[in-house]
């Protein structure tokens, strides 16, 4: 069962949208930038590390391309049973999944930047990870520091994050040493994400998602604040605005996806962090990281025979995506009109064979090989990049 989980804020790199720039999926960076009316493509091509590194541009550039993979996984057909992010990456995982829509998804994700940076303006404050030492002592430490510092994030066994008022984190962070930790690195951020420190960013937020509409989703969000599997749209605004300010429960998340069925936890995005606590916590799971278009092949290569197509309703429970299956998408938004002379199931396809036209635009396949089957039926409404007709190569 494949499981999509999406990472925070941390895992930019300048540049890192460089490699997507001629792939089709880049075209959603235009759409980011309309939605907030930011040069979304300048953070991912341009920004210098300094640039990157503040709250505002970070969470939007970590966002927007781990929607661009995303949509360049869903090209090939596969879609997870389950998904989940880690804090930012919570907002991907609700796009991911349909309970918010893109655009909303983008704004929404720019005001918690600029939320959280000037709340970190306001009271400045840091985090540091404490490995070797489980999450319990470090709650200790933090209460022994008798200081404004807090857990924030549980990651993995012996890996957990605490922040809070930088004298606080220092002290704690002395304290956790002399209980057993191994380490203690101060990360080069000024806000004490995930604490009592971000209220005055929840209060914002609070207001930009009652601005939002969040709909019901079959595929679940395991969510940071209660590692819990949710479906209902109802739970999502209290989940998010919460999640500012509470701890990120992501070994408990990952015990949750775990138990949901996960074989394959693949991290949707830029960096690799979550697939390394994934390896941490999850015994007999295969994890991978997918940033790049080289990485979603490698992907495919990973999960044959036993990839799921992408839900529609043509498609059956239990079909697979085998590595000489592939899908031909819609190439715009619109009504679907099959062309007449398609061939018949198992008939063959040439490179450049017509299926029919979206609104006008002509479906050709890029692929030869023999028709397994047509995923849209004359009349239906699709999106850009929604399968069309499946097809065994050759």
Request: with cysteine; charged share 20%; glycine share 10%.
């Amino acid at each position: 069962m494949l499981v999509f989980t999406f990472p925070g804020q941390g895992s930019q790199r300048p540049g890192m949208g460089a490699p997507w720039v001629d792939h089709p999926s880049w075209e959603l960076v235009a759409d980011a930038s309309d939605a907030v009316d930011r040069d979304v493509a300048g953070l991912l091509l341009d920004a210098d590390q300094d640039e990157l590194t503040q709250t505002r541009n970070a969470q939007l550039a970590c966002f927007t391309l781990s929607m661009v993979v995303l949509d360049a996984i869903e090209r090939t057909g596969l879609a997870p049973v389950a998904t989940a992010g880690h804090s930012l990456g919570e907002y991907s995982a609700l796009v991911a999944v349909g309970a918010l829509a893109f655009d909303e998804g983008v704004r929404l994700v720019a005001e918690r930047g600029e939320a959280m940076q000037m709340a970190a303006e306001d009271q400045p404050g840091t985090m540091a990870a404490v490995l070797g030492l489980e999450v319990e002592q470090c709650w200790v430490a933090c209460r022994r520091a008798d200081a404004d510092v807090w857990v924030a994030n549980d990651n993995a066994p012996g890996q957990v994050v605490i922040a809070g008022d930088p004298d606080g984190v220092t002290r704690a962070g002395e304290i956790a040493r002399e209980l057993g930790a191994k380490k203690v690195m101060r990360f080069p951020v000024g806000g004490a994400f995930h604490t009592p420190l971000m209220a005055s960013a929840r209060t914002r937020l609070r207001k930009a998602i009652a601005n939002c509409r969040f709909t019901d989703c079959e595929v679940p969000v395991v969510a940071n604040v209660d590692a819990t599997a949710h479906r209902d749209a109802e739970d999502w605004p209290a989940l998010l605005s919460a999640q500012l300010s509470s701890p990120v429960l992501w070994r408990q998340t990952l015990s949750e996806l775990g138990a949901l069925g996960a074989t394959h936890v693949v991290e949707v995005g830029p960096g690799g962090v979550l697939t390394g606590m994934a390896k941490r916590g999850l015994a007999g799971v295969t994890t991978l990281p997918v940033g790049t278009p080289d990485d979603v092949d490698r992907l495919l290569e990973a999960m044959a025979p036993t990839a799921h197509i992408s839900s529609h309703p043509l498609l059956n429970d239990g079909e697979h995506l085998f590595v000489r299956e592939r899908l031909v998408v819609a190439p715009a938004a619109g009504v679907f009109t099959p062309d007449p002379d398609v061939p018949a199931e198992g008939g063959q396809l040439q490179v450049g064979g017509l299926l029919g036209t979206v609104n006008g635009t002509e479906v050709r396949s890029p692929f030869s090989g023999a028709l397994q089957g047509m995923l849209a039926v004359g009349g239906e409404r699709v999106v850009d990049g929604q399968p069309i007709a499946w097809l065994l190569a050759g």
